[in-house]
């Protein structure tokens, strides 16, 4: 009788059944000291303490949190048969038709030069995680050239607005060439390896310090009209390039300078719309959402994203539609953006928001202005910005005030 059926059968209530459990549990325990020596038992003991205290630690454990991740053994449900682990087989097809096998294919990639085999090497009765990881190491592979050009090239597009290679998902022939192609070997391989410049190999948070303290970065975006007749475009960055910020930046900037950003982490992401029509097709209806809902002050990056709708704000600004994949992103200058920024609902609220900062913080109006550019800009304002900016206070209102602050360029461009 194991531990596990006594624990069950003195749990029924039964007071006689349990005295039972007791009487064998003792024979049982008599019968352990006969034919097991002391030396076992004690050591029996002891795991058993460790057991009692290692539940014990377990039980103070926070609930775990809901995890999304594809599973592999699970109930089927229809016609779906789960591949519990294993590999299926892949084979040439006979002229495409799906049922004319010929001979198998076995797991493999691209052949590149220098040295990296394309085809994995696996035992027969390998798993589908043996081909993940087979995979996943072909690609971090340091003779893959293709993994830290790509990279490198996509950081580079984040800080300088376009990529070294300006198709930053086709690096190959049917892409845009590098306008800097040393460069971007260069960087791959310092990256990749660490060196002089990047001491941490692999370290993207010290690739990032390497590309923003350049004297490329640090241009100015003022003109010079000799260069421009040469290189119109800044495709050799003479200059830097102005660029806007994308809608989610412009969103979480909106609602910190507000004070209203919850730089919670984690956990399930936001709605910034009501839903409706559930039962039948699904509505989700952004105008009838509530700015002031603090559950969506949270950043962009955990905002709920419908495929079928997007959001009509973010989209003004040029936010990705969520059913493409973008390598990068449009950056058009519209009324429509003018508009949203000035007259959007979540605009307006989160700048009385921010007056009611200010009020807070300040009891002068000029203060209240100068804190509003240093909040909104990062700098002191201009003696003409504090008189005009004062003067629309005193006309309109702190609120409005706000509202013109967050739509000046400065606000919603990086210069």
Same mark, same amino acid.
């Given at each position: 009788m194991t531990e596990e059926v006594i624990g069950a059968l003195a749990g029924t209530g039964s007071k006689n059944l349990q005295e039972e459990v007791a009487a064998v549990e003792g024979e049982r325990q008599a019968l352990l000291s006969k034919l097991v020596s002391p030396e076992t038992l004690a050591e029996r003991a002891r795991v058993e303490a460790g057991l009692t205290e290692t539940d014990a630690e377990l039980?103070?454990?926070?609930?775990?949190?809901?995890?999304?991740?594809?599973?592999?053994?699970?109930?089927?449900?229809?016609?779906?048969?789960?591949?519990?682990?294993?590999?299926?087989?892949?084979?040439?097809?006979?002229?495409?038709?799906?049922?004319?096998?010929?001979?198998?294919?076995?797991?493999?990639?691209?052949?590149?030069?220098?040295?990296?085999?394309?085809?994995?090497?696996?035992?027969?009765?390998?798993?589908?995680?043996?081909?993940?990881?087979?995979?996943?190491?072909? /690609?971090?592979?340091?003779?893959?050239?293709?993994?830290?050009?790509?990279?490198?090239?996509? /950081?580079?597009?984040?800080?300088?607005?376009?990529?070294?290679?300006?198709?930053?998902?086709?690096?190959?022939?049917?892409?845009?060439?590098?306008?800097?192609?040393?460069?971007?070997?260069?960087?791959?391989?310092?990256?990749r390896d660490g060196g002089d410049w990047i001491e941490e190999p692999q370290s993207i948070k010290?690739?990032?310090?390497?590309?923003?303290?350049?004297?490329?970065?640090?241009?100015?975006?003022?003109?010079?009209?000799?260069?421009?007749? /040469?290189?119109?475009?800044?495709?050799?960055?003479?200059?830097?390039?102005?660029?806007?910020?994308?809608?989610?930046?412009?969103?979480?900037?909106?609602?910190?300078?507000?004070?209203?950003?919850?730089?919670?982490?984690?956990?399930?992401?936001?709605?910034?719309?009501?839903?409706?029509?559930?039962?039948?097709?699904?509505?989700?209806?952004?105008?009838?959402?509530?700015?002031?809902?603090?559950?969506?002050?949270?950043?962009?990056?955990?905002?709920?994203?419908?495929?079928s709708q997007p959001q009509p704000f973010m989209e003004t600004l040029d936010c990705a539609d969520p059913s493409q994949q973008v390598a990068n992103r449009d950056e058009t200058l519209t009324p429509l953006s003018a508009l949203a920024l000035l007259n959007n609902k979540f605009m307006i609220r989160m700048a009385e928001h921010f007056a009611t900062r200010l009020e807070t913080a300040r009891e002068d109006r000029g203060q209240r202005c100068d804190l509003a550019l240093r909040l909104a800009l990062g700098r002191p304002p201009q003696a003409d910005e504090r008189s005009a900016i004062v003067a629309h206070a005193n006309e309109h209102g702190l609120p409005n005030a706000c509202r013109v602050i967050m739509n000046l360029n400065e606000f919603v461009f990086v210069d």
């Open positions: 039980a103070k454990l926070p609930k775990p949190d809901l995890v999304y991740a594809a599973a592999t053994h699970f109930v089927p449900e229809g016609g779906h048969q789960p591949s519990r682990g294993k590999s299926l087989p892949i084979f040439v097809l006979q002229r495409g038709v799906i049922d004319q096998h010929l001979q198998p294919v076995g797991p493999g990639a691209l052949r590149l030069p220098g040295g990296l085999p394309g085809r994995f090497t696996l035992a027969a009765n390998h798993s589908e995680g043996d081909r993940r990881a087979a995979l996943a190491d072909w /690609i971090i592979d340091r003779r893959n050239p293709h993994t830290w050009r790509s990279i490198v090239n996509r /950081i580079w597009q984040y800080h300088f607005g376009r990529g070294i290679a300006a198709s930053p998902n086709d690096l190959g022939p049917m892409g845009q060439q590098p306008s800097h192609p040393a460069l971007l070997d260069w960087l791959a391989a310092e990256f010290a690739l990032h310090k390497l590309l923003v303290t350049s004297s490329t970065y640090r241009q100015a975006v003022a003109h010079n009209d000799v260069y421009a007749r /040469i290189d119109s475009s800044n495709q050799f960055y003479w200059r830097a390039s102005r660029r806007r910020l994308e809608a989610e930046a412009i969103r979480d900037t909106v609602l910190q300078v507000a004070g209203k950003l919850k730089r919670q982490m984690y956990g399930p992401g936001f709605h910034d719309f009501v839903l409706e029509q559930i039962a039948h097709s699904p509505q989700f209806v952004y105008d009838k959402h509530d700015p002031n809902d603090p559950a969506s002050h949270r950043r962009s990056i955990y905002r709920f994203l419908p495929r």
